[in-house]
C-alpha cells in the first residue's frame, strides 16, 4: 500500500496540474485578444476616424460605409460584415480558432463602440504613421493568441496555411483595393494617407507575428568543420547537418555545415565560429518557416 500512495499523489498532481493548465491557457489567449482589440480601437477612434482615413480590411470598410451613412455605428457594421466571414471560417478553419475568433471579434466591436481617446497629433502624416503602429501591433498581438478579431483575419490565415502566403502581405493586397474604392469618394490625399497607414500596419503585423520568432538559416564552410559542428551542438544546442562539397575552382573537398537557429542565437554562433576559426566562410539567410518541434516558428492556427 505504501508503494502505491506516492503514485496516486503523483496521479492526482498531475491530473490537477492537467485542469489548471488548459484554463491558464485559456485565460491567456482572451488577454491577448483584448489587448490587441484594444489597440486597435484606440487607433480607429483616436486617429482614423476624426482624421476620416481608411482602415485595413472589413474595419475599413465599415469606416467607409459609416462614413457615408454616419447614424450607422462602425461596430455595428463590421458586426454585420463579418457573418459571412465567420461561415467561411467555420468550413475551411479549426473549432478552436473560429471560437476565439468569434470572442475576438464580439471585443473587437465592443472596444471600437465604447472606447474614445483622442490623440493630440496634427500632422496627417505622423498620424498616419502612429495609427499604422498602434493597429499593426493590435492586429499581431491578437493573432498571437488562437484566434483573432474576424475580418480578413480570417481569410488571411486561410490562404496563409494553403498557400505560405504572408499574412501582412495578403492583407496589404487586399487593402489596396478597398483603397481603390475610396479613392474615388474622398480626396486622393486621404487615400494615399491611409495608404501609408496600411502599410505600416502591415510591416507592424508582420514583425509581431513572424519578425520576434525570425529563424536563421546558416551555411559554414571551413577546414574545423568537426571543432564547430561539437560547439553548435553542445554549446548552442541546435542540431547540424554535414554536407559534403567540393570547391569549384580549387577542386578541394570538404564538409560544410548546415544549421537553423533562433535570430538571438546568431551573435553566439558568431563568436563561436570566430573563436574557432577566423577563416570560416558563413552565409546567413532569412527563413519564411520552419517546421520543426525544436526550432519551428510556424502559427499555431
Avoid at 503514485?7 to 488548459?22: M, N, Q, V
Avoid at 462602425?74 to 470572442?103: C, D, E, H, K, T
Avoid at 496627417?124 to 493597429?135: D, E, I, T
Avoid at 474604392?181 to 501609408?196: P, Q
Wanted: charged share 10%; glycine share 10%.
Amino acid at each position: 500500500m505504501t508503494s502505491d500512495q506516492p503514485r496516486l499523489s503523483e496521479d492526482k498532481a498531475h491530473t490537477g496540474g492537467s485542469r489548471i493548465a488548459p484554463a491558464l491557457a485559456i485565460c491567456w489567449n482572451l488577454f491577448l485578444i483584448m489587448a490587441g482589440s484594444l489597440l486597435c480601437a484606440l487607433a480607429v477612434n483616436g486617429i482614423l476616424i476624426p482624421r476620416h482615413f481608411i482602415s485595413s480590411g472589413v474595419t475599413g470598410l465599415a469606416m467607409l460605409i459609416h462614413y457615408l451613412i454616419p447614424a450607422w455605428p462602425v461596430g455595428l457594421i463590421y458586426f454585420v460584415l463579418n457573418v459571412p466571414l465567420f461561415a467561411l471560417g467555420w468550413v475551411y478553419v479549426g473549432r478552436r480558432f473560429f471560437y476565439y475568433s468569434l470572442m475576438g471579434m464580439l471585443m473587437f466591436t465592443g472596444a471600437v463602440s465604447w472606447i474614445h481617446v483622442p490623440f493630440q497629433v496634427t500632422d496627417p502624416l505622423l498620424s498616419a504613421l502612429l495609427a499604422g503602429l498602434l493597429f499593426g501591433a493590435g492586429s499581431g498581438v491578437t493573432l498571437l493568441s488562437y484566434g483573432s478579431s474576424g475580418g480578413t483575419d480570417i481569410l488571411a490565415i486561410i490562404l496563409m496555411k494553403r498557400f505560405s502566403l504572408r499574412i501582412g502581405s495578403t492583407v496589404l493586397a487586399f487593402n489596396s483595393l478597398l483603397l481603390a474604392c475610396a479613392g474615388l469618394i474622398f480626396t486622393l490625399d486621404s487615400a494615399l494617407y491611409a495608404l501609408i497607414f496600411i502599410y505600416v500596419s502591415a510591416r507592424m503585423l508582420n514583425l509581431v507575428v513572424t519578425g520576434l520568432s525570425q529563424r536563421k538559416a546558416v551555411l559554414i564552410i571551413s577546414a574545423k568543420w568537426q571543432e564547430i559542428s561539437k560547439g553548435i551542438i553542445h554549446e548552442i544546442q541546435r542540431g547540424v547537418t554535414v554536407i559534403p562539397c567540393e570547391g569549384g575552382y580549387s577542386g578541394q573537398e570538404g564538409r560544410m555545415l548546415y544549421t537553423v537557429i533562433a535570430f538571438q542565437e546568431l551573435a553566439r554562433l558568431k563568436r563561436l565560429i570566430r573563436g574557432l576559426d577566423p577563416q570560416a566562410f558563413m552565409v546567413v539567410s532569412d527563413t519564411l518557416e520552419i517546421m520543426g518541434k525544436r526550432i519551428g516558428n510556424q502559427p499555431h492556427w
